[in-house]
């Protein structure tokens, strides 16, 4: 065989087999994705929360850490919340507000605000609802953390 013919027969096995490689992890991902099957059951329970980030177009730094409770319905609870934002901490704080999970264990949360307005967050559902990890998705707001599951 010319080397031509080799090197031609090189190129085109390897590829065909990038291709099925390629097509294999495709199926596996899939696969993957059609195992998961969360829904608002999934969060039941209290869960520590922490977030930090800015608030205000980036002009205000912000944190928080609560304690609520998602009772597995679509509605959340909090008691015992703490707020620093822009130097300014405000304690003993309580919230409510729902929650969505969706099959692909993605959750869209939001909170009521004392004020009569909402905060709206994205997450994702990792390690069987144990953790959610997510960031707000208000305007103005640059903000990321997570709800871990509280066993006392």
Do not use: W
């Not at 390629?22 to 195992?35: E, F, H, L, N, Y």
Request: hydrophobic fraction near 35%; charge should be positive; charged fraction near 15%.
């Amino acid at each position: 065989m010319s080397l031509k013919k080799r090197a031609l027969t090189t190129i085109f096995s390897t590829i065909f087999a990038l291709g099925f490689v390629s097509v294999g992890t495709s199926a596996k991902a899939q696969d993957a994705s059609q195992r998961l099957s969360c829904s608002n059951r999934t969060l039941h329970g209290s869960y520590g929360v922490q977030s930090s980030g800015f608030v205000n177009s980036g002009a205000t730094p912000f944190n928080l850490v609560f304690l609520d409770t998602f009772d597995g319905n679509g509605n959340i609870k909090g008691i015992n919340g703490s707020i620093s934002s822009g130097g300014a901490i405000s304690q003993n704080l309580s919230n409510t507000g729902n929650y969505e999970v969706n099959k692909d264990c993605t959750v869209t949360i939001t909170f009521d605000r004392a004020d009569g307005t909402k905060s709206t967050n994205f997450g994702v559902i990792v390690e069987q609802g144990k953790k959610i990890l997510y960031i707000g998705t208000d305007s103005g707001v640059n903000i990321s953390g997570k709800f871990e599951k509280v066993n006392y």
